[in-house]
């Protein structure tokens, strides 16, 4: 089957791989839509932080690069292995992507998501959703509620990011908070905060464009264009002067991690979703009592996510799909195009 | 009356001011000591971020510089003014240093401590330690428990900020900690998890001397040097690998927050309640899923500090001190003593 493989920094090619097999408690999706995610424009523009590397095989996989690309997926169930009970032939799920060691102290304590050897289907080899089937652990194949599509499954992971990055946060529906950044992630924060009811919601992009027009279509309540804007007044406006209780970093740059701190009232809560390039310098100083707090994936998220779509707490998120490219084109049309035209691009769905 | 004052970088005089007047509400207390603080070396060598500058006077004393220094004193109460119950003339008291505005969102919930006007005295006007009088609101007038000496209670200052970043972290009893620096806040930290029941408890410093020593004597369990000690390795040995649930960042350097970052489980806590002369990089993505909080002074702990000092749980932290200097002094053999000669010293006191 084809699969599209990364190498290394910028070096992606579509290649003929094995079919992969079907294994005890593990069932076979064939992939349906699966989307271009932020961290996948990082490892083709930067090149992956590994494991893998084409030296260091992944702890978990023991697989070397290359390795197929692609975690946001959805699709049906085309077998099941041994012992599987809850998924059968037939069914359309969502994938979570995660590969966890279920031996270490976080996986045997309900925290899966700080796994020590933690990778994923996507980047860490046992395949990826770039390619026509990935095989699963039995756990990771989330059946879709009644009415929601393949395609918000797919979006779904993004959501469960932003979901996950909100839980942490602490944030209640009386408190106030500021997205960072209005892509996928960004809205899915977004989407999430207003799922649980919380009150006040502003969203930051640079410029206006779609994700722009998204985060007003996604209901944020202030959304400020950064560079004609002046976000830190534009926050105190809204907030008496006193800074929004959390602020979700998911844009991972420099002067957002300013604008958090700008932003951010004296002992509210700073998380990072974002993933960074270059580290920034914090000026901690003025940290005061306020936390930056990391958040990494997700944990038993994806059903609540699912579900929340499901009734409409969180209203059609396909919304943010803004193209949809068969697997051969997924480089020039979707990879290099989310680099090219962040303007007008969010979400690009690869249908392999 | 004498009065040592700040008036920009390296630029400390003896002066002569004229005597605090006591207004209703406030009491009179002559300053038997006063320590010098880490802040106090910061300012001495950086200059001041004020406010107050020459130009800029402090929100809520008005003052421009100079400004008197010292803020960790104790002292008898001399005078009292109209309407105050809870403190008599003759009094022996510490001095809580904070002036506040009584009217902020967080002067008015209980977090007086991130009072948004917020000044101490001792470097934003209203007098300072390192002089013979200060005049203070009655409710930051702790009376001394029995068996609290003065000098117990001035070195109970910065027991109180290691107090309040250890709260800030939520270790518990079965917890596991990691104090960076041990200078007065940290040693504080150390007496203050220990007081608290935490059963484990590194502390790490640059260098073997004064301030090792003491750290082993107010009973950490694992003492690491870290100029020839391997930190990370170190607590990996005591944490099976896992790291420590918090760390107190009491050194403000970046070599420090890399030893947090690279000690800190994950999911674990780093409370920053160093003041850092220079902002430090973060390599936020080795953050995952823990957090960085910051810690500013204290609220309400200064009589939960000298209750435990009174009653044993902090063993005697006179200890810590080193030498007593007369106010003519303070800057040669205080100030410059500390800067010069980190690795004997550790807090001196100053006798106005």
């Given at each position: ?18 079919e ?26 930067r ?5 893998p590397t ?23 169930v ?7 009970t ?39 080899g ?23 599509s ?18 942490r ?25 207003k ?47 006193m ?37 920034p310098v ?39 799909v ?5 697997l ?21 769905l690869?249908?392999?």
């Open positions: 089957v084809r699969a599209l493989r990364y190498y290394g920094q910028a070096d992606v090619r579509l290649d003929e791989v094995p992969p097999q079907t294994t005890p408690g593990r069932v076979k999706v064939q992939v349906d839509c699966c989307g271009i995610c932020g961290s996948d424009l990082h490892i083709y523009r090149g992956s932080m590994g494991p084409r030296e260091r095989p992944h702890p978990l996989t023991g697989e070397l690069l290359p390795v197929v690309l692609g975690h946001e997926m959805a699709g049906q085309v077998e099941v292995g041994e012992g599987v809850s998924v059968s032939v037939g069914d359309l799920v969502a994938v979570e992507p995660l590969l966890i060691c279920r031996q270490c102290q976080f996986c045997r304590s309900g925290q899966y998501n700080r796994c020590v050897k933690m990778g994923a289907v996507g980047n860490s046992n395949g990826g959703g770039f390619s026509k089937y990935v095989v699963i652990d039995e756990q990771f194949a989330h059946v879709l509620p009644e009415g929601v393949l395609e918000a499954a797919a979006v779904a992971e993004p959501i469960c990011v932003g979901w996950h990055g909100v839980a946060s602490g944030v209640g529906p009386d408190g106030t908070a500021l997205v960072l950044g209005a892509g996928p992630v960004g809205l899915g924060a977004l989407l999430s905060l799922a649980k009811g919380v009150g006040f919601v502003a969203v930051a992009e640079a410029v206006r464009g779609a994700r722009t027009r998204m985060a007003e279509e996604f209901g944020a309540d202030l959304v400020i264009e950064t560079s004609s804007q002046d976000l830190a007044g534009e926050i105190g406006e809204a907030t008496q002067g800074g929004v209780d959390v602020v979700l970093e998911v844009a991972g740059v420099q002067a957002t991690l300013d604008y958090a701190m700008a932003a951010v009232k004296k002992g509210g809560t700073i998380v990072n979703v974002a993933v960074w390039e270059d580290p914090l000026n901690i100083g003025m940290l005061r009592e306020s936390s930056i707090t990391g958040s990494t994936g997700y944990a038993f998220e994806y059903p609540l996510v699912l579900q929340a779509i499901a009734d409409g707490r969180i209203p059609d998120p396909v919304r943010m803004t193209r949809r490219v068969p051969d084109q997924a480089v020039d049309q979707g990879i290099q195009a989310l680099i090219d035209d962040r303007a007008n691009q969010v979400k690009i690869v249908q392999p």
